[in-house]
């Protein structure tokens, strides 16, 4: 099996694990607040990768630091509007406008890197965009551009999509540079002690440790996010972010699938035709605007 093939099924596992975590967080946030959880599960994933990466941590140099930390920025950022959005959204809604980190890598390799855009990326965008509008304001709030009707952990949620797809973009250049260990563990580390910074400033913490709890914060401290950006962090190597981002175009849908079989959640029409024209619009860019080969290396014009 070569790399690349490996590395595209390995991210397709992490893409898994992701979605099939939205439920599960959705749960554990009726007894912790959002902010504590993400600390406490990224400090226990920094704790582990630590240990498993010591000798390579300390071979870091100020570039390999200075990219993780920046890598590290945008997990943050991406989590905790995330995590915050999720606590007012449904799973399945959170995990598709997350999603659409998809479109946007592009458009970040277009204006942070200088790379060209496909004229059906651009198209891609449009839909997504239509689609957005029709998953996140509800019918029937005063006309077709009101936007009184989008629920602010909607909001919160566009916001982490668009820092997900710097982090997918940086992470691949940051891996290819200095290697996957360092860039793996610094972003959870950086992103660790921001959240704890946070914590008081931005929410009144409290947490119950109720079973919910521990199994959200070592389901997604060891899996969702030690094993799964350790992976994503290899993997990216051998794949060129855009290829990156259309395997995580899944996660919505195991996300969906989780909160179908748990909750019973059901889009509705409406929803459900933003959804799909927000799925419509990835592929669109992703297949047809994609003009990136595997192995391919970002470099800052």
């Not at 982090?167 to 996957?180: N, P, T, W």
Request: charged letters at 10%; glycine letters at 10%.
């Amino acid at each position: 099996m070569s790399r690349s093939l490996k590395a595209h099924l390995l991210l397709i596992v992490v893409t898994f694990v992701w979605g099939s975590t939205f439920v599960l967080i959705k749960n554990a946030l009726n007894d912790v607040t959002p902010l504590l959880f993400n600390a406490i599960r990224m400090t226990l994933a920094a704790a582990v990768l630590g240990l498993i990466y010591w000798k390579n941590i300390r071979q870091m140099n100020r570039g390999s630091f200075f990219a993780g930390a920046l890598t590290g920025l945008m997990m943050y950022a991406g989590y905790e509007f995330q995590t915050s959005g999720l606590r007012l959204t449904t799973p399945s809604k959170s995990a598709f406008l997350t999603g659409m980190s998809v479109v946007l890598v592009p458009l970040v390799l277009r204006f942070g890197w200088r790379k060209h855009i496909h004229p059906w990326t651009i198209v891609g965008v449009i839909v997504a965009c239509a689609g957005l509008f029709f998953l996140t304001v509800p019918s029937g709030d005063g006309g077709f551009f009101a936007l009184n009707g989008i629920n602010l952990g909607d909001l919160l949620t566009i916001g982490c999509a668009i820092c997900f797809a710097f982090q997918i973009v940086l992470v691949g250049q940051a891996s290819k540079r200095y290697g996957f260990e360092p860039i793996a563990f610094l972003q959870v580390a950086v992103s660790a002690v921001l959240m704890f910074v946070t914590v008081p400033v931005a929410e009144r913490a409290h947490i119950t440790w109720s079973p919910t709890v521990v199994w959200g914060i070592l389901i997604t401290g060891l899996l969702g996010t030690a094993a799964a950006f350790t992976v994503q962090a290899w993997a990216q190597q051998f794949t060129p972010p855009t290829h990156t981002a259309l395997i995580f175009l899944m996660e919505p849908v195991f996300a969906w699938a989780t909160s179908f079989i748990v909750l019973h959640e059901r889009l509705g029409v409406r929803s459900s035709l933003g959804a799909g024209l927000i799925l419509s619009g990835v592929v669109l860019s992703e297949l047809l605007g994609s003009e990136d080969h595997p192995g391919e290396e970002i470099r800052v014009s």
